[in-house]
């Protein structure tokens, strides 16, 4: 992760380091979340809250929630691997602060590189302008994690589009059989949400998805 968070080497640390280091330290939230399983999480959960058609149920800050924990539980390898090859070691001053940012480095790489397609990779390696290296785990975090990112966006839209079909097929039903009976002024949504809350709520929705968004990462 040195390319993203770099180092301090010594002791007097210019101004524009110190700068640099306050402004990487607020930017890190958002780059733990982009090189983790947060970003695909999130995105299926708001496609399957707007597919119900619920659009306030769950809240914002509960889908959030939801998908901080879940990754956490995801990543529950990858940060055990981190705490014990490069956290705990730094801790007892075994290894200094850029090593142990080396060696935090091959569990993430590991983690992104599993879940990002290599047509992607292939595409930020030559808009990158580098070499292509023979083990994809050399390629540097700058690279990876933009592929990554892209990767975990189509996978979340199409597991989205997924989640939609079934919902879709509801309101569908509902519609035409309004306009068959002639109610074409009675809003078909307010008729089909019973019917799609009922099916998700049969098919014990919010298990099946959980257990479906955590299966999805290649570990």
């Given at each position: 992760?040195?390319?993203?968070?770099?180092?301090?080497?010594?002791?007097?640390?210019?101004?524009?380091?110190?700068?640099?280091?306050?402004?990487?330290?607020?930017?890190?939230?958002?780059?733990?979340?982009?090189?983790?399983?947060?970003?695909?999480?999130?995105?299926?959960?708001?496609?399957?809250?707007?597919?119900?058609?619920?659009?306030?149920?769950?809240?914002?800050?509960?889908?959030?929630?939801?998908?901080?924990?879940?990754?956490?539980?995801?990543?529950?390898?990858?940060?055990?691997?981190?705490?014990?090859?490069?956290?705990?070691?730094?801790?007892?001053?075994?290894?200094?602060?850029?090593?142990?940012?080396?060696?935090?480095?091959?569990?993430i790489k590991e983690f992104m590189l599993h879940n990002t397609y290599k047509d992607t990779l292939d595409l930020f390696v030559d808009l990158a302008g580098i070499e292509e290296e023979?083990?994809?785990?050399?390629?540097?975090?700058?690279?990876?994690?933009?592929?990554?990112?892209?990767?975990?966006?189509?996978?979340?839209?199409?597991?989205?589009?997924?989640?939609?079909?079934?919902?879709?097929?509801?309101?569908?039903?509902?519609?035409?059989?309004?306009?068959?009976?002639?109610?074409?002024?009675?809003?078909?949504?307010?008729?089909?949400?019973?019917?799609?809350?009922?099916?998700?709520?049969?098919?014990?929705?919010?298990?099946?998805?959980?257990?479906?968004?955590?299966?999805?990462?290649?570990?």
């Open positions: 992760m040195s390319e993203l968070l770099g180092g301090l080497n010594g002791g007097n640390v210019p101004t524009l380091d110190v700068i640099l280091l306050l402004t990487l330290v607020a930017l890190l939230p958002s780059l733990v979340i982009m090189m983790t399983s947060f970003v695909r999480t999130v995105i299926i959960l708001s496609f399957t809250r707007n597919a119900m058609g619920v659009q306030q149920n769950p809240p914002s800050m509960v889908l959030v929630g939801i998908s901080l924990f879940l990754t956490l539980y995801i990543m529950r390898p990858v940060l055990s691997q981190i705490n014990t090859e490069a956290y705990q070691p730094y801790t007892r001053g075994e290894i200094s602060q850029q090593e142990m940012l080396d060696r935090m480095e091959p569990p023979e083990d994809i785990r050399d390629y540097p975090l700058t690279v990876i994690t933009p592929a990554f990112m892209t990767s975990e966006l189509k996978r979340g839209f199409t597991a989205g589009f997924l989640i939609y079909l079934p919902f879709l097929m509801i309101d569908i039903v509902v519609a035409t059989t309004l306009m068959s009976m002639g109610m074409m002024m009675l809003p078909p949504t307010m008729i089909s949400m019973p019917f799609k809350l009922l099916l998700f709520v049969s098919v014990d929705g919010w298990q099946l998805l959980f257990s479906n968004i955590v299966t999805s990462f290649n570990m």
